[in-house]
């Protein structure tokens, strides 16, 4: 029997850091989980994963005191740079379940030390995809399902022989209502279709993470924007398709459960069996397609504009958005507000005059700008 990989989990109260360890329970003989990291928000169930899991080492920004009361022996890394410690640590594979730009440092971090990284935080791309590329893209698994789906339909040809690769969206809660001026917060984290985090929903309400997904695919798989497309399919079950340019089409298609792309991602792309339900092809199953209203969804052409102009933009786009999003959440801004903030931001900063990103200090201090820019605009619209 070969050894369980050591698994690093980032971000491990989140959705994607609880379905990993689900994972794990399910499969005790293949992994063995060496360090936990988290943010300050769910310390009880950070412990009671490091103590159910028998984990040596644990990474938190919050009372490291509690949890020290709590995990005994454990050792407990605290701080703003907690996650990217335990990123560093050496292990067979580091699942970066963080949510937001804060994911980029431990992908770096993880990188630099040699580790191989699920990447479930598409924001370490689209803020700071030249420095993480800067280490090769064989040693990045991507977990977010279109990127798992294109990576598993690049295994069929070569990349010289691709057409395009065509990204798929559900829609979000809106895809068929055609005035969104009244959409309230309920409305916005009514997903259809998947369960995730408020602000990953609210991205899908708007498509920004449609268009973060696109800069993500550019620079997961060298593709041109050129290349890239997206189309809405509102089932959720082809999460990613790719053309070749003999006009053969090969799509991955499973029920829309982020399982099978983690299980896919932390195995070291190795398969593991029953990871998640597959489709029941014994009914009947009806798929639609329908290509993206840019009129009513422009953070897809916003994305690709920022994506193409390259530089500092990505990350600026990101940090409003981020702010827009939180500023929604709260009730300071309607929702057709949040991609007009990250418009504007995007166009007060950047305009068309790329910024060179050449360190993470680089991407901080062009996020700290973005935020404080995307702040004053919510101000001054709220």
Same mark, same amino acid.
């Given at each position: 029997?070969?050894?369980?990989?050591?698994?690093?989990?980032?971000?491990?109260?989140?959705?994607?850091?609880?379905?990993?360890?689900?994972?794990?329970?399910?499969?005790?003989?293949?992994?063995?989980?060496?360090?936990?990291?988290?943010?300050?928000?769910?310390?009880?169930?950070?412990?009671?994963?490091?103590?159910?899991?028998?984990?040596?080492?644990?990474?938190?920004?919050?009372?490291?005191?509690?949890?020290?009361?709590?995990?005994?022996?454990?050792?407990?890394?605290?701080?703003?740079?907690?996650?990217?410690?335990?990123?560093?640590?050496?292990?067979?594979?580091?699942?970066?379940?963080?949510?937001?730009?804060?994911?980029?440092?431990?992908?770096?971090?993880?990188?630099?030390?040699?580790?191989?990284?699920? *990447?479930?935080? @598409?924001? =370490?791309? /689209?803020?700071?995809?030249? #420095?993480?590329?800067?280490? %090769?893209?064989? +040693?990045?698994?991507?977990?977010?399902?279109?990127?798992?789906?294109?990576?598993?339909?690049? *295994?069929?040809? @070569?990349? =010289?022989? /691709?057409?395009?690769?065509? #990204?798929?969206?559900?829609? %979000?809660?809106? +895809?068929?209502?055609?005035?969104?001026?009244?959409?309230?917060?309920?409305?916005?984290?009514?997903?259809?279709?998947?369960?995730?985090?408020?602000?990953?929903?609210?991205?899908?309400?708007?498509?920004?993470?449609?268009?973060?997904?696109?800069?993500?695919?550019?620079?997961?798989?060298?593709?041109?924007?050129?290349?890239?497309?997206?189309?809405?399919?509102?089932?959720?079950?082809?999460?990613?398709?790719?053309?070749?340019?003999?006009?053969?089409?090969?799509?991955?298609?499973?029920?829309?459960?982020?399982?099978?792309?983690?299980?896919?991602?932390?195995?070291?792309?190795?398969?593991?069996?029953?990871?998640?339900?597959?489709?029941?092809?014994?009914?009947?199953?009806?798929?639609?397609?329908?290509?993206?209203?840019?009129?009513?969804?422009?953070?897809?052409?916003?994305?690709?504009?920022?994506?193409?102009?390259?530089?500092?933009?990505?990350?600026?786009?990101?940090?409003?958005?981020?702010?827009?999003?939180?500023?929604?959440?709260?009730?300071?801004?309607?929702?057709?507000?949040?991609?007009?903030?990250?418009?504007?931001?995007?166009?007060?900063?950047?305009?068309?005059?790329?910024?060179?990103?050449?360190?993470?200090?680089?991407?901080?201090?062009?996020?700290?700008?973005?935020?404080?820019?995307?702040?004053?605009?919510?101000?001054?619209?709220?």
């Amino acid at each position: 029997m070969s050894s369980p990989i050591d698994l690093v989990i980032l971000g491990s109260t989140g959705s994607i850091g609880v379905q990993a360890l689900e994972i794990v329970e399910a499969n005790p003989d293949k992994f063995r989980v060496i360090g936990l990291a988290a943010g300050s928000k769910n310390l009880e169930l950070l412990a009671e994963q490091a103590k159910k899991f028998s984990v040596p080492v644990v990474g938190t920004t919050g009372d490291r005191a509690k949890l020290i009361s709590q995990l005994g022996k454990t050792q407990v890394i605290d701080g703003s740079d907690a996650a990217s410690q335990i990123a560093a640590m050496a292990c067979d594979v580091v699942l970066n379940g963080i949510s937001g730009s804060i994911g980029l440092a431990p992908t770096l971090a993880a990188l630099a030390v040699g580790n191989k990284v699920a *990447l479930a935080n @598409k924001e =370490s791309l /689209v803020a700071g995809g030249d #420095l993480v590329m800067a280490y %090769g893209r064989d +040693r990045i698994i991507p977990v977010d399902s279109e990127h798992s789906a294109l990576y598993q339909c690049f *295994l069929s040809g @070569k990349t =010289s022989e /691709v057409k395009q690769v065509i #990204l798929t969206a559900s829609g %979000g809660p809106f +895809r068929d209502r055609v005035d969104l001026s009244d959409v309230t917060v309920t409305d916005a984290l009514s997903h259809p279709t998947w369960s995730m985090g408020p602000v990953v929903t609210i991205n899908s309400a708007t498509l920004m993470n449609k268009g973060l997904e696109i800069i993500e695919a550019h620079y997961l798989f060298d593709i041109p924007y050129s290349k890239i497309s997206a189309v809405i399919h509102p089932q959720s079950v082809v999460h990613s398709m790719v053309e070749f340019v003999d006009g053969s089409t090969i799509a991955q298609a499973s029920p829309p459960n982020m399982k099978g792309p983690i299980a896919y991602a932390i195995a070291g792309t190795n398969r593991i069996p029953k990871a998640t339900l597959p489709i029941d092809w014994s009914k009947t199953h009806s798929w639609d397609f329908a290509p993206i209203d840019s009129a009513k969804f422009p953070a897809v052409d916003l994305a690709r504009r920022c994506g193409e102009l390259g530089g500092g933009l990505p990350a600026i786009f990101n940090a409003a958005n981020e702010v827009a999003v939180e500023a929604f959440l709260n009730g300071l801004i309607s929702f057709t507000q949040i991609v007009d903030i990250v418009d504007a931001s995007v166009q007060k900063l950047g305009g068309n005059s790329p910024i060179t990103i050449t360190s993470l200090a680089d991407v901080s201090a062009i996020e700290k700008d973005a935020r404080s820019i995307a702040t004053q605009l919510v101000q001054e619209r709220k």
